[in-house]
């Protein structure tokens, strides 16, 4: 991803000041990283001035380094960290995570947290890991992987801060990163977790395989139907038309009106037992399968609107392809997470054993429309 991280520290000497960053790069640094005079003490000291950590995979090199190898940067990024460490809501011992910027400075997302400190004021010491990025739904986007690795970062430093604290006093109050944690390596493990977020793509873009309903559909023949046709025969053409079996009737109107329950483009099975449907008088049907204990969801919420007196013709428009949209919604979920028996997706999903059939026919009608 493109955006830059950033060690943010509040020093009790030099105040908000970023420690040490990140970025990509194409390639390595040819000389020293930047130009800049930076004031720094054994707080907020991380890499040398001069030195540069480069990691590399085939095309791109990540370069961490004390402060940003251009000048706007740097400033865009002192900023950041000053708002970072210096805000209301980040003031408080547990530290917490924040969201600001706008399309000028970058937008930020930064997480403070505290490492205990006896030598230090309030007994402990505060920094913020910061992401400066151009795009904002981008680095929205980003969040939950930057939380899950900031998370690992602090529990493994818990420990060292215990035997930080239990230690003597030294004669300088100021300690580095790593004299805090204990672990002389600290700066390049963070490195490495930077590099490792950076190199991520945590923007995924789904395929569009939807299938787009026609721009009006009308239900109310549908509606005429199912109010004055025998309960079971409705339900029959119903059930399947939205399970993929083949409807036969004469009139095409008819089967139109049953079509609005389904997404556009949808072609029945063509080895399935073929469902007839005659006007004798009144209309009966022909089927050789049977209607389940009970019907997919769908069916049984789209006759509840049916005929329900209450509901305006206007309102069943949206009623009706809300709710074919919303199956078609449910239907590509499953499809694009690839494991149909997927219980927990399922059922986070809303669908239950009776819907199966119908989720069946359609991941079978996705998969050919892809
Ligand atoms: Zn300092």
Same mark, same amino acid.
């Given at each position: ?30 000389? $020293?990283?930047?130009?800049? /005079?930076? +004031? ?8 040398? =001035?001069? @030195? %540069?950590? !480069?990691?590399?995979?085939?095309? $791109?090199?990540?370069?961490? /380094?004390? +402060? ?8 865009? =990024?002192? @900023? %950041?960290? !000053? ?288």
């Amino acid at each position: 991803m493109d955006g830059i991280l950033a060690l943010c520290h509040f020093c009790e000497t030099h105040g908000p000041c970023v420690i040490l960053c990140t970025q990509r790069s194409k390639e390595e640094p040819l000389q $020293t990283p930047h130009t800049l /005079t930076v +004031t720094w003490c054994e707080a907020c000291q991380s890499v040398d =001035l001069s @030195q %540069a950590l !480069v990691s590399r995979d085939n095309k $791109t090199t990540y370069v961490t /380094t004390r +402060t940003p190898q251009q000048q706007d940067l740097a400033f865009l =990024l002192k @900023q %950041a960290a !000053v708002r970072s460490l210096s805000c209301e809501e980040e003031t408080s011992k547990e530290g917490g995570t924040l969201y600001f910027g706008d399309n000028e400075r970058g937008h930020v997302i930064s997480h403070t947290f505290t490492l205990r400190d006896s030598l230090a004021r309030g007994f402990y010491r505060k920094y913020s890991i910061i992401m400066l990025m151009k795009d904002k739904i981008h680095l929205l986007n980003s969040w939950p992987m930057l939380a899950d690795v900031i998370n690992g970062a602090e529990q493994a430093q818990r420990p060292q801060r215990a035997v930080r604290q239990a230690q003597g006093s030294p004669r300088n109050t100021a300690r580095s990163l790593s004299q805090l944690t204990g672990q002389p390596a600290v700066f390049g493990h963070i490195h490495l977790w930077f590099t490792w977020m950076l190199s991520c793509e945590t923007v995924i873009e789904k395929p569009n395989a939807g299938l787009p309903l026609p721009p009006f559909r009308s239900p109310f023949t549908l509606r005429k139907f199912a109010n004055e046709w025998d309960e079971v025969v409705f339900q029959v053409a119903c059930f399947c038309t939205v399970t993929g079996y083949r409807l036969e009737i004469d009139d095409f109107l008819v089967k139109d009106a049953f079509q609005v329950l389904l997404p556009s483009n949808f072609t029945p099975f063509h080895n399935a037992p073929v469902c007839i449907l005659k006007n004798e008088d009144r209309w009966v049907v022909e089927w050789g399968g049977q209607l389940p204990p009970r019907l997919p969801t769908l069916i049984t919420v789209a006759e509840k609107g049916l005929k329900n007196e209450n509901l305006p013709d206007a309102a069943l428009v949206p009623y009706i392809n809300g709710l074919v949209l919303k199956w078609l919604h449910i239907a590509q979920s499953i499809y694009w997470s690839k494991s149909n028996n997927n219980s927990q997706l399922l059922q986070t999903l809303g669908v239950q054993s009776h819907d199966m059939p119908l989720i069946n026919y359609w991941l079978t009608q996705l998969s050919l429309n892809k």
